[in-house]
T-cell receptor
Framework: GAVVSQHPSWVICKSGTSVKIECRSL??????MFWYRQFPKQSLMLMAT?????????EQGVEKDKFLINHASLTLSTLTVTSAHPEDSSFYIC???????????FGPGTRLTVL | AQSVSQHNHHVILSEAASLELGCNYS??????LFWYVQYPGQHLQLLLK??????LVKGIKGFEAEFIKSKFSFNLRKPSVQWSDTAEYFC??????????FGQGTILTVHP
């Protein structure tokens, strides 16, 4: 089956630094990838839709300058949390939709802890 | 605004018991409905989906769900659960395979 990977699986950083999270579709091409955020004991909240070769579409309330998304190829999307603060600590999950648009596959998530 | 609500946060059952997890949605226009499962330490996996047609949908591992439009519900069922069904279950609503709105999740614990 289709596999989506995320790197790193967990990261700890100091407040004020930037962190980049990669989302890769390993055995299929994805024109669209989605970035979600999950707080403890809460649901997944969609942050943005990442489209290959174009600007990402952000959900209401998500700061585009803080959460930079780049989707430079059909197999890779990156999320950069700029000037991270403790309140950005969360579990970030990506998903990728294949070219046929028939299904969405989820990555294993990245645990970000900002000290 | 779209929303998905799951009735129970944590359900505890013994093996062979029947399962029903509630899910209600509020969505404008045509909606597609999904149930995902997340086993401990693993990523989200699709259990089943409803786009149109027969409102009773069968998924993997013996799960099924029924779409009741009049009740805005999409409850997940399994006649006899197994210990291996212990996981967190998420109901989601969206348009095709685009943006999804997730419910809060239900943790299912099955005792052997």
């Amino acid at each position: 089956g289709a596999v989506v990977s995320q790197h790193p699986s967990w990261v700890i950083c100091k407040s004020g630094t930037s962190v980049k999270i990669e989302c890769r579709s390993l055995d299929f091409q994805a024109t669209t990838m989605f970035w979600y955020r999950q707080f403890p004991k809460q649901s997944l909240m969609l942050m943005a839709t990442s489209n290959e070769g174009s600007k990402a579409t952000y959900e209401q309330g998500v700061e585009k300058d803080k959460f930079l998304i780049n989707h430079a190829s059909l197999t890779l999307s990156t999320l950069t949390v700029t000037s991270a603060h403790p309140e950005d600590s969360s579990f970030y999950i990506c998903s990728a939709r294949d070219l046929s648009g028939s299904e969405q596959f989820f990555g294993p998530g990245t645990r970000l802890t900002v000290l | 605004a779209q929303s998905v609500s799951q009735h129970n946060h944590h359900v505890i059952l013994s093996e062979a018991a029947s399962l029903e997890l509630g899910c209600n949605y509020s969505y404008g226009g045509t909606v597609n409905l999904f149930w995902y499962v997340q086993y401990p330490g693993q990523h989200l996996q699709l259990l089943l989906k409803y786009f149109s047609g027969d409102p009773l949908v069968k998924g993997i591992k013996g799960f099924e769900a029924e779409f009741i439009k009049s009740k805005f519900s999409f409850n997940l069922r399994k006649p006899s659960v197994q210990w291996s069904d212990t996981a967190e279950y998420f109901c989601a609503a969206g348009t095709s395979y685009g943006k999804l709105t997730f419910g809060q999740g239900t943790i299912l614990t099955v005792h052997p």
